[in-house]
């Protein structure tokens, strides 16, 4: 697989993680939209990663790592526009750092913080908002990539 069909490959990811989201708000599973709003951007931003890189991501659920990783990185300052991407990066930096906070870890240290991981259909949906508005932004950063179908 070259850059582009990895690339692509990641996106397909994200865009299943934002269908999936639909699915569970018809069945108000919040913590799950919550959830799965921080893989979708997670894996876009892996996409990214391995486009602008040319090498596999990180393996970490660290968005914000992986958005300055990649926002640092010569590639996407020589082939973005800079100006676009300041105006909302401050933004994006705060969403990021609020759809950390949703990763679900099922390692014994993360029993005790169960409870604040509940959240309601008006967080739930908010989030879910921010994520497609900053998936899109996000995604404007990469030229035109072959995204493949889930097989079903």
């Known amino acids: 697989m070259n850059k582009l069909e990895k690339c692509g490959y990641w996106l397909m990811l994200s865009d299943y993680d934002l269908g999936t989201i639909d699915v569970l708000i018809r069945g108000e599973r919040w913590v799950y939209v919550a959830y799965l709003c921080q893989q979708a951007v997670e894996r876009q ?3 990214m990663y391995v486009y602008y890189m040319d090498t596999e991501p990180p393996k970490t659920h660290n968005v914000n790592f992986l958005f300055s990783k990649i926002t640092g990185s010569e590639p996407f300052r020589a082939e ?5 991407f300041d105006e909302r990066k401050n933004d994006c930096e705060d969403f990021l750092m609020d759809a950390m906070f949703y990763y679900m870890s099922d390692y014994p240290f993360s029993y005790k913080n169960i409870a604040t991981r509940f959240v309601d259909s008006t967080l739930a949906n908010e989030l879910h908002q921010k994520t497609l508005l900053y998936v899109a932004w996000l995604r404007s950063f990469l030229p035109e990539i072959e995204i493949p179908k889930i097989p079903s």
């Open 80 to 84: 973005t526009d800079i100006a676009r």
């Open 45 to 47: 931003l892996k996409g």
